[in-house]
């Protein structure tokens, strides 16, 4: 069973940066694509970035050069870089690690709450 561990999440004042790390099972980082999604309350999951294995990116439009997402494949970590936070960027961040090239599905971590207030 896969397991993904998010931190970094808190409570920063708009124009803020943080920093969100997910560590994942060494077996399915290796083999998925990574992404940030994020849930505001009363709204659907949405994604934020992803990176392949080999280091491509996607942006959401809403945080394209605010965001950075990136993957440290000898830690098994994906990170993701938040700068210039806004209060709409309020939500729980969740990790994703998509091994379905392989058969093997779509795995979760448990979330970190991202607030962005004065």
């Known amino acids: 069973q896969a397991q993904l561990v998010e931190s970094g999440g808190g409570l920063v004042q708009p124009g803020g940066s943080l920093r969100l790390s997910c560590v994942a099972s060494?077996?399915?980082?290796?083999?998925?694509?990574m992404g940030w999604y994020r849930q505001a309350p009363g709204k659907q999951r949405e994604l934020v970035a992803r990176?392949?294995?080999?280091?491509?990116?996607n942006y959401a439009e809403s945080v394209k050069g605010r965001f950075t997402i990136s993957r440290d494949n000898v830690k098994n970590t994906m990170y993701l870089q938040m700068n210039s936070l806004k209060p709409e960027d309020t939500a729980v961040y969740y990790c994703?690690?998509?091994?379905?090239?392989?058969?093997?599905?779509?795995?979760w971590g448990q979330g970190t709450q991202v607030t962005v207030s004065s």
């Open positions: 994703n690690a998509d091994a379905s090239d392989y058969g093997l599905g779509s795995y």
């Open positions: 060494r077996g399915i980082f290796s083999i998925s694509a």
């Open positions: 990176i392949s294995t080999g280091g491509t990116t």
